[in-house]
């Protein structure tokens, strides 16, 4: 058992950056890949991120590639989510996820955050 935190979340203008972060507590937080996900209103959930236990390996989803960078500190238990170049269409409830598994690292997730909302305006 691990209970998510995801903060961070607000206004940006287009072209801004915001970080997000995930505080995990319960369980050893390297025991566990970690993702993004995102919902914008009326809109499926969507993959963003996805980072291995030790942070070595990432993966994006197209949309956000070269844009947002996904990391992690395990001696703080907290995965980051590090959005630049911000875009109006990035605008949706953002999720942060784990799973207690090594491999893949992007997949199925049990354990969720409540959301934080990102805002992007022109």
């Known amino acids: 058992q691990v209970q998510l935190v995801d903060t961070g979340g607000g206004l940006v203008q287009a072209g801004g950056s915001l970080t997000l972060s995930c505080a995990a507590s319960g369980r050893p937080f390297s025991d566990y890949v970690m993702g993004w996900f995102r919902q914008a209103p009326g809109k499926e959930r969507e993959f963003v991120a996805a980072?291995?236990?030790?942070?070595?390996?990432?993966d994006y989803a197209d949309s956000v590639k070269g844009r947002f960078t996904v990391s992690r500190n395990n001696a703080k238990n907290t995965v980051y989510l590090q959005m630049n170049s911000l875009k109006p269409e990035d605008t949706a409830v953002y999720y942060c996820?784990?799973?207690?598994?090594?491999?893949?690292?992007?997949?199925?997730?049990?354990?969720w955050g409540q959301g934080t909302q990102v805002t992007v305006y022109s």
């Open positions: 980072i291995s236990r030790r942070g070595f390996d990432t």
């Open positions: 996820a784990a799973e207690m598994r090594e491999l893949p690292i992007r997949g199925k997730y049990t354990y």
